[in-house]
């Protein structure tokens, strides 16, 4: 008997206990639902998660300067004014395991483009910082080398300032004042979005470290090479701990530090931050997914369980079917056809569910969601075995049925 | 004389009750040949339903012989039985077995549906069987609108759709009341006259009177095999029957 010939009885048998059908099926419904929803739950943790590293630029520590004691006050970090423009330097040239180090110093200022005007942060940085946060200018060009030794009034701009300063429209080879000096703006950086703390870092102007220093923020004295921090990438394949506590040794050794005295300065390695939350985000959702799949578990014995009252209800049935000349593996097919089609329509509508579930929690939770097709195939895939194998010990009971005995149940 | 149609040698059927075995065929050996129209009579118990399932290839025997149009099917596995029950063989039951909420023509297609037959053909033979046994304008009855006669009609239909060599009726008359009961026995003479073979049981003997052979069962045994000397013709029955009432 060909299997569409099958289906047709299933969905008849099904369609005789309507009430009893559907509510097999909505232990199926609601496990596919809730293992679809938890995953998504747990995606949009992961992905949230995945996005950060993304933005933030891999294998990347930054340094900071540390803390000063006066008179046995300690201030807080970055109080000390201690990393300069050769530190950097020379950690991109002695630590093997870097590839860049870009010094980067930090200060605030209005920008003002023909009548608009903005208040951003403004980094005066070398080219390298763009290439330790996987930052990649979209429109127009980065800095050339004379403009980052002649302190060049050039500037490359943040996609939110760019909008608030010039709309839609193209920024590249516009002129802006930044605290009242005239630059050109040369380049449009990529979106970067939120970044782990919630603040847009697309909200930054970018110019040559000279020229932050010489024209913008003035040169606070005897403090001449001196910058914020440092971005510091690390070449792929290399062990970040690694790097890690070389770039410390080099550092103390430039400052002169003694053995047994604290850091002047901290090094946040940002990449293994988030990777450990990546991590446990993912345990995260594994237990998520396992405990839904425990209500798909549930359901699928609820397919058993109805599919054995249904194999003694219909054991006449059955007994007829093989009088008339229906093997056993005839009336096995039609069972296991039966519980299939049973948790297929049960996966179908858990589907639905599924999504409407995450988006609902997307809405109202305000939870970040990400649906993955490769969850629905596995939820509807799940299913599926789950009426293979809750469906095939009732199936195979009525398939050993004798003929004659089956004939005659009362 | 041509080669018996049911050829049995020797048939013995054990069951296992407990730790005890009981025999409910010792020895039963019958020919039946092609065209006949038997009845197969006996008190409960006496083997008579246990020699029916044998011969409708229901049930193996534990000892003797069966051969069904000279194939040895006493030795044949359950997926073999299942093709012979399904190809040689129409069934009918006392209590007519149709699938509920299932058309008539779907009831009667069943056979067809595991003899692999296509969709258009089963169709097209079912139909033309329910028109045969009268029922061409209740195809899409399900049984619960059908009378109990109607019911056992279509049954009929479904026991000759797949073109058996034999028709096995078991008690097709026992939840009936007599007239429809003339009308099912009518039914059965009318296929015996276009060349079928009947093997009906029954425990009634107005109704093996329709048949042309009477087999009595008792205690496992055949204890009488006898030609019906004066056989009733169901059509004239009924016609006599519809002649009194419109006298009356």
């Known amino acids: 008997m060909d299997l569409l010939a099958t289906l047709r009885i299933a969905l008849r048998a099904l369609r005789v206990n309507k009430l009893r059908s559907s509510l097999t099926m909505l232990g199926i419904i609601i496990g596919v639902g809730a293992v679809i929803t938890m995953i998504a739950v747990g995606g949009g943790a992961q992905a949230r998660v995945e996005e950060q590293i993304k933005s933030l630029g891999s294998n990347l520590m930054i340094v900071i300067p540390g803390s000063t004691t006066s008179g046995g006050v300690r201030m807080g970090s970055s109080s000390a004014q201690t990393l300069t423009e050769d530190d950097a330097a020379a950690i991109t040239r002695e630590v093997d395991e870097v590839q860049v180090a870009a010094p980067v110093t930090r200060g605030s200022g209005q920008i003002v483009a023909g009548n608009s005007n903005w208040s951003t942060v403004i980094y005066g940085t070398t080219p390298d910082y763009l290439e330790a946060r996987d930052w990649p200018v979209v429109s127009g060009r980065g800095f050339e080398p004379q403009e980052v030794s002649g302190a060049g009034k050039v500037a490359i701009i943040g996609q939110s300032v760019s909008k608030q300063l010039f709309g839609d429209a193209d920024p590249v080879d516009q002129q802006v004042r930044i605290r009242k000096v005239p630059f050109t703006i040369v380049g449009m950086l990529d979106k970067k979005g939120q970044s782990m703390m919630g603040t847009d870092q697309d909200d930054v102007i970018l110019v040559p470290l000279a020229t932050a220093r010489n024209r913008l923020f003035g040169n606070p004295q005897g403090k001449l090479r001196r910058i914020h921090f440092m971005s510091i990438k690390v070449r792929d394949g290399h062990s970040m701990k690694d790097a890690e506590n070389r770039i410390r040794e080099l550092m103390r050794q430039r400052h002169k530090l003694q053995a047994g005295a604290d850091d002047d300065f901290t090094i946040r390695n940002l990449t293994e931050i988030l990777q450990a939350q990546e991590a446990s985000s993912k345990v995260l959702s594994l237990l998520l997914a396992a405990v839904a799949s425990v209500s798909l578990l549930v359901g699928g014995i609820g397919i058993m369980n109805i599919m054995l009252v249904s194999v003694t209800e219909r054991t006449r049935e059955i007994g007829l079917r093989m009088a008339v000349g229906?093997?056993?593996?005839?009336?096995?097919?039609?069972?296991?056809?039966?519980?299939?089609?049973?948790?297929?329509?049960?996966?179908?509508?858990?589907?639905?569910?599924?999504?409407?579930?995450?988006?609902?929690?997307?809405?109202?939770?305000?939870?970040?969601?990400?649906?993955?097709?490769?969850?629905?195939?596995?939820?509807?895939?799940?299913?599926?075995?789950?009426?293979?194998?809750?469906?095939?010990y009732p199936a195979r009971k009525a398939s050993r049925l004798l003929p004659i005995e089956a004939l005659r149940y009362e | 004389m041509a080669e018996a149609l049911i050829q049995t040698t020797g048939l013995v059927k054990e069951y296992l009750v407990g730790e005890q075995t009981v025999a409910a065929l010792c020895g039963v050996s019958v020919s039946i040949a092609e065209g006949e129209f038997v009845a197969v009579m006996g008190p409960s118990g006496s083997g008579k339903s246990t020699f029916m399932n044998l011969i409708g290839c229901l049930d193996s025997p534990t000892r003797g012989e069966y051969a069904l149009a000279g194939e040895k099917v006493s030795a044949l596995s359950g997926d073999a039985l299942a093709a012979i029950r399904n190809k040689r063989i129409g069934f009918v039951f006392q209590q007519f077995n149709l699938l509920p909420r299932t058309s008539a023509l779907d009831n009667v297609e069943l056979p067809l549906l595991y003899g692999g037959v296509a969709a258009a053909e089963r169709h097209a033979r079912a139909k033309k069987r329910l028109e045969e046994v009268g029922l061409a304008d209740r195809v899409d009855h399900h049984p619960a609108q059908l009378s109990g006669g109607q019911q056992q009609r279509v049954a009929i239909a479904r026991a000759l759709v797949n073109n058996p060599v034999l028709i096995l009726a078991d008690e097709p008359t026992g939840a009936l009341d007599s007239r429809t009961s003339l009308e099912v026995m009518a039914l059965l003479q009318k296929l015996n006259r276009g060349g079928m073979t009947v093997v009906i049981v029954t425990h009634e003997h107005d109704i093996a009177a329709f048949a042309q052979r009477n087999i009595h069962f008792r205690d496992g045994l055949v204890v009488q095999d006898h030609p019906v000397e004066k056989i009733n013709d169901a059509d004239a029955i009924l016609a006599h029957a519809a002649a009194s009432t419109a006298a009356a």
């Open chain 1, 326 to 392: 229906a093997r056993a593996n005839d009336i096995l097919k039609q069972f296991l056809v039966e519980a299939v089609t049973l948790s297929l329509i049960g996966g179908m509508l858990g589907i639905a569910l599924g999504l409407g579930g995450s988006l609902a929690i997307g809405q109202f939770a305000g939870w970040r969601t990400s649906l993955s097709g490769a969850s629905v195939v596995l939820a509807v895939g799940f299913a599926a075995a789950i009426g293979i194998f809750f469906g095939f």
